[in-house]
């Protein structure tokens, strides 16, 4: 079983950049998607980008696009560049882990089997 931990959140001025990671430990990442999420105040989880785990395409949330990149590293770390960080941005960002390889599916939380425990991004402005 895979464990996740993030790391890399904290405060950042409106324009500025965070880079997050998502970290394995009990086994790698070459035979999961991950998914990147994050949950405002008051707000549902939502997707944020994912990366497959076949050919690592990429999926991006919209307000993500051209701001956001999702890589693999290695077989242990995946990241989340965020530029141009707007006040919108921040949350707790989640990064989990899925069995399920779909494109049109992990975008949903419920595709994902494992979680980290979050980190969180405070943007000002």
């Known amino acids: 079983e895979v464990q996740l931990v993030e790391s890399g959140g904290g405060l950042v001025q409106a324009g500025g950049s965070l880079r997050l990671s998502c970290t394995a430990s009990g086994d790698t990442f070459d035979d999961y998607a991950i998914g990147w999420f994050r949950q405002a105040p008051g707000k549902e989880r939502e997707a944020v980008s994912c990366i497959t785990s076949a050919d690592n395409s990429t999926i991006y949330k919209d307000s993500a696009k051209g701001r956001f990149t999702i890589s693999r590293d290695n077989m242990a770390t995946v990241y989340l560049k965020m530029n141009t960080l707007e006040p919108q941005d921040a949350a707790v960002y989640y990064c989990?882990?899925?069995?399920?390889?779909?494109?049109?599916?992990?975008?949903?939380?419920?595709?994902?089997?494992?979680w980290g425990q979050g980190t969180r991004v405070t943007v000002s402005s």
């Open positions: 989990a882990a899925s069995h399920n390889d779909g494109e049109l599916v992990l975008p949903l939380p419920s595709a994902y089997n494992y």
